[in-house]
Nanobody
Framework: EVQLVESGGGLVQAGGSLRLSCAAS????????IGWFRQVPGKEREGVSC????????YYADSVRGRFTISSDNAKNTVYLQMNSLKPEDTAVYYC?????????????????WGQGTQVTVSS
């Protein structure tokens, strides 16, 4: 059974940092792309950053490029999202998701498996 467990969300002031973690289990980690998505009530879900570590491919949304860094620890089956210079508009529920690289390629959307989400709130 595929499981994705997020942690690391919380409340931070604008300009601060948070690191999200996604612990994955139930699948062959190297075969999957892992991504971070976020959603605000009333808005569409946004692909924030995705990684296919076995291919060395990463994606960043324009809104976070230069501020967020995605990384993968394949020995721990864990993907991290380091978020720096946070802004109030980064406030959202952040979800970790996964899908086969053979299915999604380098795209960062419509992944098949999802975690429960973790709230990130950035105060001004």
């Amino acid at each position: 059974e595929v499981q994705l467990v997020e942690s690391g969300g919380g409340l931070v002031q604008a300009g601060g940092s948070l690191r999200l973690s996604c612990a994955a289990s139930g699948f062959t980690f190297d075969d999957y792309a892992i991504g971070w998505f976020r959603q605000v009530p009333g808005k569409e879900r946004e692909g924030v950053s995705c990684i296919s570590s076995s291919y060395g491919v990463t994606y960043y949304a324009d809104s976070v490029r230069g501020r967020f860094t995605i990384s993968s620890d394949n020995a721990k089956n864990t993907v991290y999202l380091q978020m720096n210079s946070l802004k109030p508009e980064d406030t959202a529920v952040y979800y970790c998701a996964a899908d086969l690289i053979s299915r999604v390629g380098s795209y960062c959307l419509d992944y098949a498996y999802w975690g429960q989400g973790t709230q990130v709130t950035v105060s001004s």
